[in-house]
């Protein structure tokens, strides 16, 4: 049965969410467990024995948390996939803002909805989610044109970081699904807490509540 409001779905997929953001932590572990053997800020460090087998044990656990990268982002697309849903749901939005008319054709009706919520980067929160949840369910498809035009803007805000600037290239060949950089990057969301704070916001923003 359909929730009767924002708060009613946030209730009934919090059991939900809370285990895809325990899946989260569970791959990131093993990064920040490598962070504690291995100053990555500090290039050309003299090897001692004993560095040099910190080393071995940070190259272990990076590369450990790297195997785990297709499921951080299959963890991040479901966590994406439940936002998504609430606003569709929920949004009362029936007009492209400014900010978006370059991003959504007319035609495509059923972006509108999503054209909600605060900006970050220039884009209304809603749309970069429905973007990254399209791109995560449909992985495996050619993007249509929504998507590609929100990931060519993040991509183009990223270009100068030295972290992000290949995250949002819809045609990396090193990248999958790009939810986990989407929901930890972009939106900042990377615990349960944060997600709820922001999705509650934003709901209230789709209902015209905000």
């Known amino acids: 049965m359909k929730p009767a409001n924002p708060e009613e779905y946030l209730k009934k997929t919090e059991h939900a969410v809370l285990h895809l953001y325990q899946g989260l932590a569970s791959c990131w572990a093993y990064y920040e467990r490598a962070l504690q053997f ?17 080393l071995d044990l940070y190259l272990k656990l990076a590369g450990k948390y790297l195997d785990l990268k297709f499921s951080e982002a299959t963890f991040a697309g479901s966590i994406l996939q439940v936002a998504a849903m609430g606003i569709r749901y929920f949004s009362r939005n029936e007009t492209i803002p400014a900010s978006c008319v370059r991003i959504v054709p007319p035609t495509t ?26 791109q995560y369910n ?10 590609m035009n929100v990931f060519g803007a993040l991509s ?5 970081s030295i972290l992000y600037d290949l995250a949002f290239d819809i045609s990396n060949p090193s990248i999958t699904i790009y939810a986990n950089e989407v929901l930890l990057a972009v939106l900042g969301w990377n615990t349960y807490a944060k997600y709820e704070a922001e999705f509650q916001d934003l709901l209230s923003r789709a209902r015209g509540e905000i």
């Open 138 to 147: 449909h992985w495996d498809e050619k993007p249509h044109d929504v998507t």
């Open 38 to 54: 291995w100053d990555v800020t500090k290039a050309g460090q003299p090897l001692s024995p004993e560095k040099k087998a910190n």
């Open 109 to 134: 009706s059923n972006a509108i909805a999503f054209c909600v919520g605060k900006e970050l980067y220039g884009l209304p929160v809603g749309l970069i989610i429905y973007a990254a949840r399209n």
């Open 156 to 160: 183009n805000i990223f270009h100068d």
